[in-house]
């Protein structure tokens, strides 16, 4: 496999979102794949890793699970979540650091294998929170941005202290969400994106049919679906609760 790449550590070059994965460079893909394998393999406390934390712009990220395989998730969205609780989570990109990041407690997730074949799983569990993450991280978006840093000390304090620095964790995370919001919607591009994205998963999820007229597409969508004709159209869904 040779030398494992270096774990990015520059927000700068994490903070965008990558592209999607073109399955048809199967050479390019292999490669890719083994890359971030490589990295798992020769450190044995990491449990998942994204392509565009060793450099690569490609959508796609490997779990290492609690029996020892690595399955390679790509192009991967999330179209259904349930409930929500707190996670203490790691990240490879940031060092040194813990934090404490909202998450769902189930989610459905549609992706596609190496063989190109579609996929649609539950994940709940420490699986759920890491395929969590690394969705976010596929989108530009770091733990430390919508997570609350644990300092020292945090496990010394009260249970009243730490109650109070979460709720003000969880307000100053509902604010951000609603200028975000705002941000996309006065945003021409990131309101492109947005809607491209939604359109998307939508196709994934069945409640847009690629084969229907779409006059009011917009540049972004029309990309996308000729994207997803290619690669979702006539292929089958296998469902698996495990």
């Given at each position: ?92 990109s940031i060092p040194d650091k813990e934090f ?129 004709e290619r690669k979702f159209n006539k292929r ?7």
């Amino acid at each position: 496999m040779g030398r494992p790449r270096k774990i990015i550590i520059d927000k700068t070059k994490l903070n965008v979102r990558a592209d999607e994965t073109i399955l048809e460079d199967e050479e390019k893909l292999t490669k890719d794949i083994e890359a971030i394998k490589n990295v798992l393999y020769n450190n044995k406390e990491l449990v998942s890793l994204s392509a565009p934390q060793i450099g690569i712009n490609s959508r796609m990220f490997c779990i290492k699970f609690a029996n020892g395989d690595i399955r390679t998730f790509i192009n991967p969205m999330i179209i259904h979540t349930e409930g929500g609780h707190l996670s203490r989570e790691t990240c490879a990109s940031i060092p040194d650091k813990e934090f404490i990041v909202v998450r769902s407690n189930k989610i459905e997730a549609t992706y596609q294998t190496p063989m190109g074949v579609v996929e649609t799983n539950m994940f709940e569990g420490a699986p759920c929170e890491v395929f969590q993450q690394m969705v976010h991280l596929l989108d530009g978006v770091l733990i430390d941005d919508i997570g609350l840093e644990l300092i020292e000390g945090w496990d010394e304090s009260t249970d009243s202290e730490r109650e109070e620095v979460i709720n003000m964790y969880l307000d100053s995370l509902k604010s951000r969400s609603e200028e975000l919001h705002n941000e996309i919607s006065s945003t021409p591009a990131l309101k492109e994106l947005d809607d491209a994205i939604e359109f998307m998963t939508g196709v994934a999820t069945g409640k847009v049919k690629l084969e229907d007229e779409e006059p009011k597409l917009n540049r972004a969508q029309r990309r996308l679906r000729d994207k997803l004709e290619r690669k979702f159209n006539k292929r089958k869904v296998v469902k698996n609760g495990n």
